[in-house]
């Protein structure tokens, strides 16, 4: 990652976020197949939180979305001092972009192999990701040199 705009903390930092919005998701998807049916009070709880798991996806998703906006904008000098020195702004895009794609990708894998030992349904995972993706091609556009 010589040309990247990602240090090993920004990438621990991202990777951390998916990691915790995939497996909350999983966690929360593995919740409705448990039986609890020795626990009315637990089971109870848990299918109140169960009814808005698709809410509380997506703003957990938010949190990755305010991570990238604070992280160009904490990049916004490198990324002009690049464009400066001959870098252009197309290729630090899709640096950005592929870099970002990676970790999710990484991120995602991880958490794939968590729903296969849990033997759960991969198409929430799958959702999410395309969400992501949505987000990074959202904050491509905020690569700008200022």
Same mark, same amino acid.
């Given at each position: 990652?010589?040309?990247? =705009?990602?240090?090993f903390?920004d990438?621990?930092e991202?990777?951390?976020?998916?990691l915790?919005?995939?497996?909350?998701?999983?966690?929360?998807?593995?919740?409705q197949?448990?039986?609890?049916?020795?626990?009315?009070?637990?089971?109870?709880?848990?299918?109140?939180?169960?009814d808005?798991? !698709?809410i509380?996806? &997506?703003? =957990?998703?938010?949190?990755?979305? &305010?991570?990238h906006?604070?992280f160009l904008?904490r990049?916004?000098t490198?990324?002009?001092?690049?464009?400066?020195?001959?870098?252009?702004?197309?290729?630090? &895009?899709?640096?950005?972009?592929?870099n970002s794609l990676?970790?999710?990708?990484f991120?995602? =894998? !991880?958490? !794939?192999?968590?729903?296969?030992?849990?033997?759960l349904?991969?198409?929430?995972?799958?959702?999410?990701?395309? !969400?992501f993706?949505?987000y990074?091609?959202?904050?491509?556009?905020?690569?700008?040199?200022?």
């Amino acid at each position: 990652m010589k040309y990247s =705009l990602f240090r090993f903390n920004d990438v621990f930092e991202a990777s951390a976020i998916y990691l915790f919005c995939f497996v909350s998701n999983l966690m929360l998807m593995y919740v409705q197949t448990v039986d609890l049916e020795g626990s009315f009070i637990l089971m109870s709880f848990i299918e109140s939180i169960v009814d808005y798991q !698709l809410i509380i996806s &997506i703003l =957990l998703t938010f949190i990755m979305m &305010i991570f990238h906006y604070q992280f160009l904008n904490r990049r916004k000098t490198e990324i002009s001092c690049r464009i400066l020195v001959g870098d252009t702004k197309q290729k630090v &895009i899709r640096r950005y972009m592929l870099n970002s794609l990676a970790i999710l990708g990484f991120s995602f =894998l !991880l958490s !794939l192999s968590l729903n296969f030992y849990l033997d759960l349904n991969v198409t929430s995972n799958l959702y999410l990701v395309l !969400l992501f993706i949505v987000y990074i091609l959202i904050s491509a556009g905020q690569v700008k040199r200022e």
